[in-house]
């Protein structure tokens, strides 16, 4: 009697890529894994097309991330941690996302930083903006916006009033990451479809 083939058990939703699917890195010392890497995420972030894998070593990085280039449904745009047990942090340091709207009356300063929740500026810009289909977002922390954490999405700059369809964004994955200390909204999704969050840790927002 022939013995039945086992159907193979898909890969759990979260589980990130060995490190031999990476293909462009990221590391604050310019080199990682042998290999060389961008300093800032952005920048690795810009040479993205689909299929590509963008491993970010850890460490801290102080800047704002927009993801404008989308992967397709079988070949999406990875970015992940190197590093699972190591987490690279995208750390605004109350003094990014810049603009926003922010109001006169809100500073970086201490008394409001340590505010628990934290003290709501009024800032609408984001320290993580997502704004392309099928990305892969894991294991990378966003902390300490001085306005929001993370935009998943069609932008508000595209004009959205009167809007009738959905969505121009869709099949995004915001996997094992931390958003936390932020100013104005943790997470955001906005004419957005297919958006699955697992494994995620969001606190102290507004």
């Known amino acids: 009697t022939p013995i039945a083939t086992p159907t193979p058990r898909p890969t759990p939703i979260g589980t990130p890529l060995p490190p031999s699917a990476c293909n462009k890195y990221v590391s604050p010392t310019g080199t990682l894994n042998g290999k060389t ?81 934290q003290y709501a500026c009024g800032n609408l810009n984001f320290l993580v903006s997502i704004q392309a289909s099928n990305i892969v977002w894991n294991g990378i922390n966003v902390l300490h916006s001085l306005g929001a954490g993370v ?3 069609d932008p508000f700059s595209n004009g959205w009033v009167g809007r009738t369809t959905c969505c121009s964004v869709f099949n995004i994955q915001f996997l094992n990451s931390s958003v936390g200390h932020i100013r104005t909204m943790g997470i955001t999704a906005f004419y957005a479809d297919g958006m699955t969050f697992t494994g995620d840790e969001i606190y102290d927002t507004n």
Request: with cysteine; glycine share 14%; hydrophobic share 30%.
């Open 37 to 117: 890497a961008f300093t800032t995420i952005q920048a690795g972030v810009n040479t993205l097309g689909a299929g590509d894998t963008l491993c970010v070593g850890p460490g801290t990085y102080h800047e704002t991330v927009v993801v404008k280039t989308a992967g397709t449904s079988s070949s999406p745009i990875t970015v992940q941690a190197f590093d699972m047990n190591n987490k690279p942090t995208i750390d605004g340091r109350y003094s990014l996302p810049t603009g926003g709207g922010r109001p006169s009356g809100c500073t970086n300063s201490t008394a409001d930083n340590l505010r628990a929740p």
């Open 151 to 153: 935009f998943v999405g």
